[in-house]
């Protein structure tokens, strides 16, 4: 059969159109120990990258990036927010929240973490490229402040930045008189930068976490534990479900060692309770059912996998295929490529960073088949 030669170019990630996410569900679970949980429930469909915390009105805040509605509508890929005044028991309807004083153009901060401030008011960290639309090297981690968990005004300054690659993915916990920052150095499996403040918005790089350790990603919450500071990231293995685990520290540098829970999922946000349990929020890539899917799709193979410059999509069907698109574990594309061919299809990879990916092959704007692949 012949085989349609494409050279896939890397396009930087259209913040505005990713609309990818629609696949994540996050679930909610409790647990009394924080590493066996259970009871386990959807929290928001079309929804990603939670963030959950407890004020001492009692009341809980979760925050998260939701997507439904459809591109461009007015609840599609915007941080939106829920309430509980039970423990979790119940919770309130999405409300999208507001940022007032955002620099530039681009009017699309992601990527939400909330904590509560010393006076007792909600902050909200996120990442924001002020100058783009796209994920570039002008992407920071900003704050913003709140009376209400819902309107915020931006605090002065950027909390997180480099010179030249993206800072996205933050998380902030207040333990042993600091705040503690962290956020992806690159890809994932890169380690995770980790940096301290006396006041919540100064912070200072002190140690990287996570580097050389293979499927483990420092991506996810930090967590204050009491006595101990916690770390919830995932793992992930070629063929295998991410898998979340947490780490923990007393003095905030010597780390203990990886503990894995009984939950699958990425990038989870989690919270103890004042009575001692722990409440969970993970994302799990789940494809909407009302996307139409072929009965023929087992049929598409991805070899090699793993890839290093190359792979080849093989359809033994000859289903027609006008798109194929790498999603990153957050359900964003990395590279795409309009491809409209029923025939074997190489793929120059050679861009593409290294990492865990989903392909996905679309007909007619619908999804015809996901497969794993990992560069």
């Not at 992930?236 to 990886?258: E, R």
């Not at 999509?313 to 798109?323: G, Y």
Request: proline content about 5%; glycine content about 8%.
């Amino acid at each position: 059969m012949k085989k349609v030669l494409l050279s896939i170019t890397a396009v930087v990630i259209a913040m505005t159109t990713v609309f990818t996410q629609i696949d994540n569900t996050i679930y909610m679970y409790s647990s009394t120990d924080g590493t066996t949980f259970n009871n386990q429930i959807v929290f928001l469909d079309s929804a990603d990258v939670p963030s959950i915390a407890h004020h001492p009105s009692d009341t809980l805040i979760a925050t998260y990036q939701y997507f439904q509605g459809g591109s461009g509508s007015s609840t599609f890929d915007k941080i939106g927010v829920r309430f509980s005044s039970d423990g979790g028991t119940n919770w309130s309807t999405h409300q999208n929240i507001s940022i007032s004083g955002l620099p530039g153009g681009s009017q699309r901060p992601f990527d939400p973490t909330i904590t509560i401030s010393a006076d007792l008011h909600y902050r909200l960290y996120f990442s924001y490229c002020p100058n783009s639309s796209m994920l570039d090297s002008t992407c920071d981690t900003y704050s913003a402040i709140s009376y209400d968990g819902i309107s915020y005004a931006l605090e002065s300054g950027i909390r997180m930045g480099a010179q030249s690659t993206p800072v996205i993915d933050p998380t902030v916990a207040y333990f042993g008189q600091l705040y503690h920052y962290s956020s992806p150095i690159g890809a994932p499996q890169e380690g995770a930068r980790h940096a301290i403040a006396i006041d919540g918005l100064n912070f200072t790089i002190t140690d990287t976490l996570g580097t050389g350790e293979g499927n483990i990603r420092w991506v996810g919450s930090f967590l204050n534990d009491g006595a101990e500071l916690r770390f919830y990231g995932y793992s992930t293995a070629p063929g295998n479900s991410a898998t979340l685990w947490w780490n923990s520290t007393s003095d905030g540098v010597n780390w203990t060692g990886y503990n894995t829970t009984n939950v699958e999922g990425k990038d989870p946000g989690i919270v103890k309770l004042p009575n001692g349990n722990y409440l969970l929020l993970a994302p799990q890539f789940a494809p909407s059912t009302s996307i139409n899917e072929l009965s023929e799709t087992a049929a598409f193979v991805l070899y090699p996998n793993p890839a290093e410059s190359y792979v080849i999509v093989r359809n033994p069907m000859n289903e027609f295929i006008d798109e194929v698109q790498f999603l990153d574990m957050h359900g964003r594309i990395r590279m795409h490529q309009i491809v409209n061919s029923s025939e074997d299809i190489e793929l120059q990879i050679a861009a593409l960073e290294k990492g865990m990916y989903f392909v996905r092959l679309q007909a007619d704007k619908k999804c015809e088949a996901k497969r794993l692949f990992i560069k």
